[in-house]
């Protein structure tokens, strides 16, 4: 028998590092994000006019289905070599666990959540980012540079933040977080969850691995040492990013989101 997880996470919190991570092993299958609009594979559920399943059954196929299984090893497989990185392809038969990764925002606008609250043998990896100003800068740069995870080193340039946008941009973002933390009390009867924070886990290499052993073993695989290629895009202080730091400073100075700028 396949367990079955599911990172549940939202924009800009590491979910990519994690899923590659997951990856690595090789007793896991993690295929990503398959609720977001942009993904090829929700692409075609949603455009098929002919295509008999729900959205419910869209979800289930990633979990079930031998042939959705093959066809993303295929398409794996021709990426790594189009990439000229080694194949690291997958026999269902030696896997342990399959899971997907998800924005909560999507699984709230797709309308799926039950789906998941019917589902108690799905594993949940809770990761999230406490630092909703990072988040919000992280977004910035992510839409100046189309780069949403890299191998590479990525030149960055500082930007200027428009203050009302991005004061909304926060509100929105405590509002999410709200709703995220509610369906995860819903979540916690039933299931199994590992809470990981961000800024516990990227804290230092050490960390970074320490963790990776423990979601291996929240999985129920054999602990290894795994740790993913992925670069931090960003540096490490605000005042490097952003253009008009001082303005910057100022907007935040008195708020909630004052803690925030380290």
Same mark, same amino acid.
């Given at each position: 028998?396949? /367990?079955?997880?599911? &990172?549940?996470?939202?924009?800009?919190? *590491?979910? +990519?590092?994690?899923? +590659?991570? !997951? /990856?690595?092993?090789?007793?896991?299958?993690?295929?990503?994000?398959?609720?977001?609009?942009?993904?090829?594979?929700?692409?075609?559920?949603?455009?098929?006019?002919?295509?008999?399943?729900?959205?419910?059954?869209?979800?289930?196929?990633?979990?079930?289905? #031998?042939?959705?299984?093959?066809?993303?090893?295929?398409?794996?497989?021709?990426?790594? !070599?189009?990439?000229?990185?080694?194949?690291?392809?997958?026999?269902?038969?030696? &896997?342990?666990?399959?899971?997907?990764?998800?924005?909560?925002?999507?699984?709230? #606008?797709?309308?799926? @959540?039950?789906?998941?609250?019917?589902?108690? %043998?799905?594993?949940?990896?809770?990761?999230?980012?406490?630092?909703? !100003?990072?988040? =919000?800068?992280? *977004?910035?740069?992510?839409?100046?540079?189309?780069?949403?995870?890299?191998?590479?080193?990525?030149?960055?340039?500082?930007?200027?933040?428009?203050? *009302?946008?991005?004061?909304?941009?926060?509100?929105?973002?405590?509002? @999410?977080?709200? %709703?995220? /933390?509610?369906?995860?009390?819903?979540?916690?009867?039933?299931?199994?969850?590992?809470?990981?924070?961000?800024? %516990? =886990?990227?804290?230092?290499?050490?960390?970074?691995?320490?963790? /990776?052993?423990?979601?291996?073993?929240? $999985? *129920?695989?054999?602990?290894?040492?795994?740790?993913?290629?992925?670069?931090?895009?960003?540096?490490?202080?605000?005042?490097?990013?952003?253009?008009?730091? %001082?303005?910057?400073?100022?907007? $935040?100075? +008195?708020?909630?989101?004052?803690?925030?700028? @380290?």
């Amino acid at each position: 028998m396949i /367990n079955r997880h599911v &990172i549940l996470t939202s924009g800009r919190s *590491g979910s +990519n590092y994690l899923s +590659n991570v !997951l /990856n690595l092993h090789p007793q896991i299958v993690n295929y990503g994000e398959v609720l977001a609009s942009m993904i090829v594979p929700y692409k075609l559920f949603d455009k098929c006019k002919l295509c008999p399943w729900t959205k419910e059954q869209y979800l289930e196929a990633f979990y079930s289905s #031998r042939t959705v299984f093959y066809a993303a090893q295929l398409y794996s497989a021709y990426s790594h !070599l189009r990439k000229k990185k080694p194949v690291n392809f997958k026999w269902r038969g030696r &896997i342990k666990s399959i899971g997907t990764k998800d924005f909560f925002l999507n699984v709230k #606008r797709k309308q799926v @959540e039950n789906f998941y609250l019917s589902q108690p %043998d799905i594993a949940v990896i809770h990761l999230y980012r406490e630092n909703l !100003l990072r988040r =919000y800068l992280s *977004g910035v740069f992510l839409r100046n540079t189309k780069v949403a995870a890299t191998e590479a080193k990525v030149s960055i340039e500082k930007v200027t933040i428009e203050i *009302g946008p991005m004061m909304s941009y926060l509100e929105n973002l405590e509002r @999410e977080l709200a %709703d995220e /933390n509610k369906f995860l009390t819903e979540l916690n009867k039933q299931h199994r969850i590992f809470h990981l924070r961000y800024e %516990d =886990y990227f804290a230092s290499d050490s960390s970074i691995l320490s963790y /990776n052993r423990q979601i291996f073993e929240f $999985l *129920g695989v054999e602990p290894m040492a795994a740790q993913s290629r992925h670069q931090k895009i960003l540096p490490q202080a605000i005042s490097e990013m952003v253009a008009n730091y %001082d303005e910057f400073c100022t907007s $935040l100075a +008195n708020t909630k989101y004052q803690q925030y700028n @380290e």
